[in-house]
């Protein structure tokens, strides 16, 4: 079957996030929200649900568990059992739930920077103490985890290690060897892992996702991973998520943190979408990464041959590009504050997120989503071009 990725579907005034926040003029490419239809297995799926009419409390039983059994030992070759697999609205909550069950207020949690902005929300949230390491830029662009640097730190009050892979917003997808240092370091130091593998479905050519979990038995026992369909097919919006905790006890312990807090009763139609995407979304996905590493390529080949003062390095996955703008300070008064985002806005008409959001190490850059039909990219990149050029 032939998918259609390059027909933009009519989003704006559809209640979207992505395309009716920027103004009316103003090409969005910030948000995490590719611009495509879902697979028409979970459209079908949903369709077929809505016929019964009626939305009252879901009891899918053990039938969500083993959809994602299944995608992980096929996509990922990692056996988990249906009892590992607890369902939560979204990964951000997640991680949230996670910080409770595992730390006490005042204890900390260690995030890599640059990285997800919601990371940062857990200090205020959960009441911890946020410790932070540097990823290291290497001089193509792309990061590395040194892996000294991630254990000095750790303090005697770290309990939980936020790990974000594939990496968002750099794009790199962590090798089995630098899993297992992290991970290792974690054993030693009694740090429970957190593995938001969000993305981890879109990676590309020469590079392979690894769940962290799956490395072996003894990091499965301190690892809480949680995944999700919505960034792969496009179905954020249902708020379905998984987290995977093979621990008995961590287990036992994540549910308890989410008394009062989150209902056991997640989105019907997340679930109905979720079970399909995993069931049958495969062929729609292999055509997806088809679509996306020709843009990826596209992307990066323009804006590193085309837009002076700006870099890029390859992204291993997601869909989402990480724009070095640090050398257009050179252009701007001494003294001068700019968010590029809000330069790219105003002078281009693109939406970006700007780098700061993303945490130390993410001055002076902006993050690109190329998740949408090669002709949007196309006029996205022309745009900020054409800004440079005035500039």
Not at 126 to 149: C, I, K
Not at 296 to 324: C, H, K
Not at 325 to 331: D, G, I, M, S, Y
Request: glycine share 8%; aromatic share 10%.
């Amino acid at each position: 079957m032939k998918y259609d990725f390059d027909t933009l579907p009519e989003r704006r005034g559809s209640d979207c996030a992505k395309w009716d926040i920027p103004e009316a003029d103003v090409l969005p490419m910030w948000v995490a929200d590719m611009d495509f239809t879902s697979p028409p297995e979970v459209i079908a799926a949903l369709e077929e649900h809505l016929k019964l009419g009626v939305f009252g409390y879901p009891n899918f039983g053990e039938k969500p568990n083993q959809a994602v059994v299944e995608w992980l030992e096929k996509r990922h070759q990692w056996q988990i059992t249906p009892e590992a697999v607890k369902f939560v609205s979204g990964v951000v909550t997640g991680f949230n739930q996670a910080a409770h069950a595992v730390a006490r207020p005042g204890e900390g949690y260690l995030v890599q920077t640059p990285t997800y902005g919601p990371f940062f929300g857990v200090k205020d949230n959960v009441g911890l103490t946020q410790q932070e390491m540097e990823l290291t830029r290497d001089a193509d662009g792309s990061y590395l985890v040194d892996l000294d640097a991630f254990e000095a730190a750790i303090t005697p009050e770290t309990r939980i290690f936020m790990l974000c892979n594939p990496q968002n917003p750099t794009g790199r997808v962590f090798t089995k060897v630098e899993l297992e240092g992290m991970a290792e370091i974690c054993l030693r130091h009694e740090v429970i892992i957190c593995s938001d593998e969000i993305h981890s479905d879109l990676v590309y050519g020469g590079y392979k996702h690894i769940p962290v979990a799956s490395l072996s038995k003894e990091i499965a026992d301190i690892t809480i991973t949680l995944i999700a369909p919505s960034k792969t097919f496009n179905v954020a919006g249902l708020k379905a998520s998984a987290a995977i905790i093979t621990n008995e006890e961590l287990r036992t312990r994540f549910e308890g943190a989410a008394q009062g807090l989150a209902d056991r009763w997640v989105n019907m139609m997340g679930m109905v979408a979720l079970q399909a995407a995993y069931r049958e979304g495969a062929p729609w996905l292999d055509a997806l990464l088809k679509y996306l590493v020709a843009n990826r390529d596209y992307a990066v080949e323009f804006i590193n041959q085309q837009m002076p003062g700006v870099s890029v390095a390859v992204p291993e996955g997601t869909f989402l590009a990480w724009l070095d703008c640090r050398e257009l300070f050179t252009k701007v008064e001494p003294g001068e504050s700019v968010k590029f985002n809000s330069f790219f806005e105003q002078q281009a008409r693109v939406a970006l997120n700007n780098g700061d959001w993303f945490g130390k190490g993410g001055e002076g850059f902006v993050r690109l989503n190329f998740g949408c039909p090669r002709h949007i990219l196309k006029e996205g990149l022309t745009r900020l071009q054409g800004a440079l050029e005035r500039l």
